[in-house]
C-alpha cells in the first residue's frame, strides 16, 4: 500500500471513531449521578490532554535526535516542529473542555490546581517555542536552537508539575478532583472513554502526517528555489 | 596559474553556500598553497566575504567540497579555527576596554605571549599613550590597525583579510604589505579580498577574480 | 573550559566596572519596581510585607533578563560573538563565563533589593544565611536558562520580545519555589532541608548541566 493510502487510512479511522465516540459519548452512555450530562466531557477532555503530552514528547524525541550527531537529519526538526504546533493546539483545546467542565462543577472558569496551572504553563512554553522557531532565517542555526529550545522545555515539564503539586498540596487540604465527584467508571462509559483516547491519537498522528508533508514540501520547494537560484548565478557569470 | 609552491592549504571544489535560502557562494572552486598570497578582486555581492568565512569555519556548506589543512568543513568545521586567522568587517573589539584591555583579553583567549601581541601592534603603529584609549573613542582606521595586528600576532598557518585596506591610510596600507611579505617568507598563507588591487598586484602569487558566487583566475 | 570561563568572566566584569550600565541603569531600575509596588498594593499597608517575597523574586527575575540582555549586547556589538567563535575558545567555557559575570552581577543587585525590601516593606530577613543561600541557587537556575536562551536570541532582530516569552514561563518553577522558600525561612520554619530549595537546587543543576552541554550548538550559525 502507498503512503498516501496509508494516511488517508488514518484519516478515516480518525474520523469514524471520533464519529463513533461522539455518538457513544452523547447518547449511548448514561449521564451521572452527581455531574449528571456533564460527565460527558470526560470522552474528550483527558484524551486532547493525553495527547497534547503525546505531541510534546515527540518533539523532545525529534529534537534529541537532529542534536544527537549520528541521527542528525533536518527532517527530525520538521517533525518536532510539526508536533509541536499539534501540541499547541491540543494544549488549548486541553485548556478550553477543562474551563468548560469547571465553569457548572467548580462554579469557576479557572482555579490554580495543579493540573492546570501546569497546562497553561505548558502552552506558553511552547508558544515560545514556536516563536523561537520564527526568529531565525538560516536553517541550519533555526534547527539547532529550536533542538535545544525543546530540551529545555522537555526537561522544564517536570519540574513545573513538581512545583505547582506542591504549591497546591503543602498549602490546601482538599483539592478540586474531589473523590466524590469521580464517576464510577464501568461498562459502555469505559469502553467510550477508552475509544476517545484511541480516536483522538489518531486524530493526532493524521494531523502531525499532514502538518509534516506540508513542511517537507515547503522544505523541497525552498531547495528548488535554491537549486534555481545556484543556477541563476552561474549563468550569469 | 603560476608556479605550484608547496602543500595545499584550502581545497575548496564546487562549494555553494546560502545565505538565508541565497547562493552567496554558487559552485565556487578556490585554492591556497603554503607560503603564498593570494588576491581576490570582485564587485559588491560577489561573494569574497562569505568564502573567507567558509575558510574560516565560519559558515556551512550546501554543497561541494571544502578542505582547510585537510580539515572537513561539512563536519567538523570547528576544528579548522585554531589555524586561521580572520579579520573582517567588524573589528571584534570591545568599544568600552581599552586598546591594552582589548589585546590582553585576546592574547590571553589564544595563548599569544603578551610581548609578541605588543609588538605586532607596534607594527601597526599602535603603541604608547594610544594603547590606553578606549577602543570606543579611536578612529575607523585605528579600530582596524588593532584588529590586523591581533590577528597577525596569532602567527597562524593561514590569515584570511576581508578588505583590509578600507579605512586605512597610507602609512597603514604600507605597513599592513610589509607584514603580509614577511609572512609570506615565513611560508604563511594570506588571502585578500580587496577593491584596491593594484597596491598589493606586486607581492601577491597569484589573483582570482569572483563575479556571481563563483571564482575566475586571471 | 576554566581558563576560557576566567578569561571571559573578568572581561564582562571589567566592562561593567568601566561602564556600569547594570549599577548606574538596572539598580534604579529595581528601585523603581520596589515604589511602584508599594503604589499597587497602597490599600493594604500590611499587604506589602505579607507578599515581600514574591516581589522580591518577580524583581529579581525583571533584572536578570535586563542584566542577561546587557550581557549579550556587548558580544553582539562589533561582531564579538564571531570573535569568541573565532579564537576556538570551548564553548562550554563561554556558558560559564557569561553566566559567572552576569551571576556576581545579579548578586550585588539582590543585595541592594534585599537592602530595600527591609526598609521600604520592613521585611524581617532575620535567617539571612538561608534566604541568602537559596537567592543565590535561584538566581543561578534563573542565568542557567537565561544565557542560553540570551545567546539564542540575542543577534535577532526580535530579542527583546522573544527571550521574555522563552525565558519567563521556564524558570516559573524557581518564582514558585524561590517565594515558598523564602515565605517559611523569613517565617522560621524550615532550614535547607526544605523542598522548596532542594527544587531550586534541581533546577540550577539540570540546567547548568544542559547549558554547558548544548551551547556549542547554539553559538555556532
Redesign the interface.
Known amino acids: 500500500m502507498s503512503r498516501d493510502r496509508w494516511v488517508a487510512l488514518i484519516g478515516a479511522i480518525a474520523f469514524s471513531t471520533v464519529a463513533v465516540t461522539y455518538v457513544m459519548g452523547l447518547w449511548i452512555t448514561p449521564p451521572d449521578v452527581f455531574q449528571g450530562n456533564l460527565v460527558r466531557l470526560i470522552y474528550v477532555h483527558p484524551a486532547v490532554a493525553w495527547v497534547a503530552y503525546l505531541a510534546y514528547g515527540v518533539t523532545s524525541l525529534s529534537s534529541l535526535a537532529y542534536l544527537w550527531k549520528k541521527t542528525r537529519n533536518y527532517r527530525w526538526d520538521l517533525l518536532a516542529a510539526a508536533s509541536a504546533e499539534v501540541g499547541v493546539v491540543f494544549t488549548a483545546l486541553t485548556l478550553i473542555t477543562g474551563s468548560i467542565w469547571g465553569r457548572p462543577t467548580w462554579g469557576v472558569w479557572w482555579t490554580w490546581d495543579a493540573r492546570l496551572t501546569t497546562t497553561a504553563l505548558l502552552l506558553v512554553l511552547y508558544l515560545g517555542y514556536l516563536a523561537l522557531r520564527r526568529v531565525s532565517e538560516d536553517r541550519e542555526q533555526r534547527a539547532k536552537r529550536s533542538a535545544v529550545a525543546a530540551l529545555i522545555a522537555f526537561i522544564d515539564v517536570p519540574i513545573v508539575h513538581q512545583s505547582v503539586v506542591w504549591w497546591k498540596t503543602l498549602h490546601q487540604s482538599a483539592t478540586v478532583f474531589n473523590a466524590d465527584l469521580n464517576p464510577k467508571i464501568h461498562g459502555e462509559m469505559a469502553w467510550t472513554l477508552l475509544l476517545g483516547f484511541l480516536s483522538f491519537t489518531f486524530v493526532y498522528l493524521w494531523m502531525v502526517i499532514k502538518r509534516y508533508d506540508i513542511a517537507n514540501a515547503q522544505f523541497n520547494m525552498e531547495n528548488q528555489s535554491v537549486e534555481r537560484a545556484i543556477k541563476e548565478r552561474v549563468g550569469t557569470a | 596559474m603560476s608556479l605550484i609552491q608547496g602543500r595545499q592549504v584550502v581545497k575548496i571544489e564546487e562549494a555553494t553556500v546560502l545565505l538565508g535560502g541565497f547562493p552567496a557562494l554558487a559552485r565556487c572552486s578556490f585554492d591556497v598553497y603554503e607560503g603564498e598570497i593570494v588576491l581576490i578582486a570582485g564587485s559588491n555581492g560577489s561573494g569574497k566575504t562569505t568564502l573567507l568565512k567558509l575558510c574560516a569555519g565560519m559558515c556551512g556548506l550546501y554543497e561541494g567540497k571544502a578542505k582547510v589543512f585537510g580539515i572537513d568543513m561539512k563536519d567538523s568545521r570547528s576544528q579548522v579555527r585554531r589555524f586561521v586567522g580572520y579579520v573582517g568587517h567588524s573589528t571584534l573589539l570591545y568599544s568600552e576596554l581599552t586598546v591594552m584591555e582589548n589585546l590582553v583579553f585576546i592574547a590571553t583567549c589564544l595563548d599569544v605571549p603578551r610581548p609578541r601581541m605588543l609588538q605586532y601592534a607596534k607594527e601597526f603603529g599602535i603603541y604608547g599613550s594610544l594603547l590606553n584609549q578606549l577602543v570606543g573613542t579611536l578612529s575607523a582606521g585605528q579600530r582596524k590597525r588593532v584588529s590586523l595586528a591581533s590577528a597577525f600576532s596569532r602567527e597562524c598557518e593561514l590569515l584570511l583579510l576581508d578588505e583590509p585596506h578600507a579605512s586605512l591610510d597610507q602609512e597603514g596600507k604600507e605597513m599592513l604589505e610589509k607584514v603580509s611579505v614577511r609572512f609570506k617568507e615565513l611560508g604563511k598563507s594570506v588571502v585578500v579580498a580587496s577593491h584596491e588591487f593594484e597596491r598589493m598586484l606586486a607581492l601577491a602569487n597569484r589573483r582570482y577574480h569572483m563575479s556571481s558566487g563563483q571564482m575566475f583566475c586571471e | 573550559m576554566f581558563?576560557?570561563a576566567k578569561?571571559i568572566a573578568l572581561?564582562d566584569l571589567?566592562?561593567e566596572l568601566?561602564?556600569r550600565v547594570v549599577f548606574n541603569q538596572i539598580l534604579p531600575f529595581v528601585a523603581v519596581i520596589l515604589i511602584l509596588f508599594a503604589f499597587a498594593f497602597d490599600k493594604y499597608p500590611t499587604f506589602l510585607e505579607r507578599v515581600t517575597p514574591g516581589l522580591y523574586w518577580i524583581t529579581t527575575l525583571f533584572a536578570s533578563m535586563l542584566a542577561l540582555q546587557r550581557s549579550f549586547s556587548?558580544e553582539a556589538?562589533?561582531?564579538?560573538k564571531?570573535?569568541?567563535?573565532?579564537?576556538?575558545?570551548d564553548p562550554a567555557g563561554i556558558y560559564i563565563g557569561k553566566l559567572l559575570a552576569v551571576l556576581v552581577e545579579m548578586a550585588i543587585l539582590e543585595m541592594f533589593l534585599a537592602l530595600g525590601i527591609v526598609f521600604l516593606y520592613s521585611a524581617h530577613l532575620q535567617e539571612l544565611p538561608d534566604l541568602a543561600f537559596s537567592a543565590l541557587v535561584g538566581t543561578l537556575g534563573i542565568l542557567a536558562?537565561g544565557v542560553?536562551?540570551s545567546a539564542?536570541?540575542s543577534a535577532?532582530?526580535?530579542k527583546e520580545t522573544?527571550l521574555p516569552?522563552?525565558l519567563?514561563?521556564?524558570v516559573?518553577?524557581v518564582l514558585?519555589?524561590g517565594t515558598?522558600a523564602w515565605e517559611n525561612e523569613i517565617a522560621g520554619k524550615a532550614g535547607l532541608g526544605d523542598?522548596?530549595v532542594g527544587?531550586l537546587i534541581?533546577?540550577a543543576v539540570?540546567?547548568l548541566a544542559?547549558g554547558t552541554l548544548?551551547f556549542?550548538?547554539?553559538l555556532?550559525?
Open positions: 581558563k576560557a578569561v572581561k571589567r566592562i568601566r561602564s556587548l556589538e562589533n561582531g564579538a564571531d570573535a569568541l567563535i573565532l579564537y576556538g575558545l536558562v542560553t536562551f539564542m536570541t535577532s532582530k526580535a522573544v516569552l522563552l519567563l514561563p521556564v516559573a518553577p514558585l519555589s515558598k523542598p522548596w527544587l534541581l533546577f539540570a540546567f544542559l548544548t556549542g550548538s547554539v555556532e550559525e
